[in-house]
Nanobody
Framework: QVQLVESGGGLVQAGGSLRLSCAGS????????VGWYRQAPGKQRELVAGITSGGSTNYEDSVKGRFTISRDNAKNTVYLQMNSVKPEDTAVYYC???????????????WGQGTQVTVSS
C-alpha cells in the first residue's frame, strides 16, 4: 500500500510564501504525473499545478508566475512553492498521483489527506 502525505500548510499573510510538500511512502519505485489540487469552502476541487514524470509543468491561470511545482524523484517528493499568496489562495491543498511500487503494482489516483493553507489579508 502506498501513501501520499502533504505538509507545509499554515497561516501566512498576503504577499508571503509557503512551500508545500507531497511525500510518497510505501515501497514506491516511481511516482508518475502529480497534480496539486485545492478546495476552498463551498467550492469544487480544482487543479492548481501539475508535473509529469519527465518534469513538464502546467499551471492554473490564477497561479501562473506565483506558484512553482517541482519534484525530487530520489525522495519521492513533489513540492509546490507558493509565492505572493493572496487571500483567494486559501484552501485545503491536496496532491494526487499514480504510483508504481517496486513489486510492479500500480496504484492509480492516490490522494493525500490535504494540508490547510490560510492567507490573511
Amino acid at each position: 500500500q502506498v501513501q501520499l502525505v502533504e505538509s507545509g500548510g499554515g497561516l501566512v499573510q498576503a504577499g508571503g510564501s509557503l512551500r508545500l510538500s507531497c511525500a510518497g511512502s510505501g515501497n514506491i519505485l516511481k511516482i508518475n504525473a502529480v497534480g496539486w489540487y485545492r478546495q476552498a469552502p463551498g467550492k469544487q476541487r480544482e487543479l492548481v499545478a501539475g508535473i509529469t514524470s519527465g518534469g513538464s509543468t502546467n499551471y492554473e491561470d490564477s497561479v501562473k508566475g506565483r506558484f512553482t511545482i517541482s519534484r525530487d524523484n530520489a525522495k519521492n517528493t513533489v513540492y509546490l512553492q507558493m509565492n505572493s499568496v493572496k487571500p483567494e489562495d486559501t484552501a485545503v491543498y491536496y496532491c494526487n498521483a499514480d504510483v508504481m511500487t517496486s513489486s510492479g503494482v500500480y496504484y492509480l489516483n492516490n490522494w493525500g489527506q490535504g494540508t490547510q493553507v490560510t492567507v490573511s489579508s
